[in-house]
């Protein structure tokens, strides 16, 4: 139903940038959480940003704040997740996932909300 494509991941420098894409591709909802999340080795995945496909609201995990900043856009089905000041424990695979959920801060940033899920893309921040 949904199909979600992440690219964009590499290899950058402590301080560098990238940007993730997340290209969607059928049925998709206003009401949809887009959200990125993470998981780098021996680690729990966690929540990085989320984004409202419909209203365009906003929300960070304590480490992307200030450095990370998602973003849509509508007519090209993509969302963003634009990274700066990257540091070594970025180093992570990076997932896009799409969530049939009402938007709020709770639903938004738990995992188990988000029922399609991107194949991920290695963002790895070395020297």
């Known amino acids: 139903q949904v199909q979600l494509v992440e690219s964009g991941g590499g290899l950058v420098q402590p301080g560098g940038s990238l940007r993730l894409s997340c290209a969607a591709s059928g049925r998709t909802f206003s009401s949809f959480a887009m959200g990125w999340f993470r998981q780098a080795p021996g680690k729990e995945r966690e929540f990085v940003a989320a984004i409202s496909w419909g209203t365009a609201n906003t929300y960070y995990a304590d480490s992307a704040k200030g450095r990370f900043t998602i973003s849509k856009d509508n007519a090209k089905n993509t969302v963003y997740l634009q990274m700066n000041s990257l540091k070594p424990e970025d180093t992570a695979v990076y997932y896009c996932?799409?969530?049939?959920?009402?938007?709020?801060?709770?639903?938004?940033?738990?995992?188990?909300?988000?029922?399609?899920w991107g194949q991920g893309t290695q963002v790895t921040v070395s020297s």
């Open positions: 996932a799409a969530a049939p959920t009402l938007f709020s801060s709770r639903t938004a940033t738990m995992d188990y909300e988000y029922a399609y």
